[in-house]
């Protein structure tokens, strides 16, 4: 619209940039304010100095990521819930390592729907629950009694989900040795091996392209946890 000058369409618009407040619903209002939103330049400037649709489109593509990557960062920041999440360097265009080597098998779509809980701390155990109900609610693993069932206890510790620790996690450490005796690292490693905290594993991870074969095995690990202590609650009750 902006390219065609003599058009009538350019020149309403023209007048309405000029005369409509901020308080207005117009679409020229709407237009100003998400450009000001993601930091593009104003409206007169893309008058004034029209860009080509290609310089245009790489122009949103990129402050759009920019907006978004940023907002991400921040909430991570507040969330300590959110503190094993990485975010990607193009969050509109690029998906998270949880699920860019999922492929097309709904089951393994499953499985990362699993891990993306855990990462994300909205998959509740037994201390998520005690968090809101403390009076109600005990924090105790309810399947090895041992101590309070969170992300790292039902991952790492839980004595009950053992078997399937010995089966995925030796496949793990085989992958990336450099791990061993690091719990923290461990722990972030199969939550999220993109993580910065993990950046001197880059060379032998990102460079060697083993993200995808560590995103395998923790999403077995983690989705078999989750079967086996469904079913162990379950026959409990």
């Known amino acids: 619209m902006i390219r065609q000058k003599d058009n009538i369409e350019f020149k309403v618009i ?3 940039l000029a005369v409509k407040d901020e308080d207005s ?11 000001q939103k993601y930091n593009l330049p104003s409206a007169y400037e893309l008058i004034n100095n029209t860009p080509s649709k290609e310089q245009w489109k790489a122009m949103v593509k990129e402050a759009t990521n920019k907006y978004y990557k940023n907002n991400i960062t ?3 920041k507040r969330k300590s819930t959110l503190k094993h999440l990485s975010v990607q360097e193009n969050p509109l265009d ?3 390592a949880i699920y860019k080597y999922v492929g097309s098998n709904p089951h393994e779509a499953e499985k990362a729907a699993i891990k993306a809980r855990l990462l994300t701390g ?7 629950r005690h968090k809101y109900n403390q009076h109600e609610v005990d924090a105790t693993c309810e399947m090895c009694k041992h101590e309070a069932e969170d992300r790292e206890h039902f991952i790492l510790h839980c004595t009950t989900l053992s078997e399937a620790r010995e089966k995925h996690l030796p496949k793990l450490l085989e992958l990336v040795p450099e791990i061993t ?5 461990l722990l972030q490693l199969i939550l999220d091996s993109t993580h910065e905290n993990l950046l001197y594993l880059e060379e032998s991870c990102r460079k060697s392209k083993l993200v995808p074969k560590i995103e395998q095995i923790s999403r077995n690990l983690l989705y078999e946890l989750h079967i086996n202590r469904t079913q162990t ?3 409990k009750k």
């Open 74 to 76: 921040e909430e991570l």
């Open 14 to 16: 023209s007048r309405q």
């Open 25 to 35: 619903t117009s679409f020229t209002v709407t237009v100003r304010k998400t450009l």
């Open 233 to 235: 609650l379950a026959r």
């Open 122 to 128: 909205t998959y509740t155990l037994q201390a998520n």
């Open 94 to 96: 690029e998906p998270h």
């Open 181 to 185: 005796g690091r719990k923290e690292d």
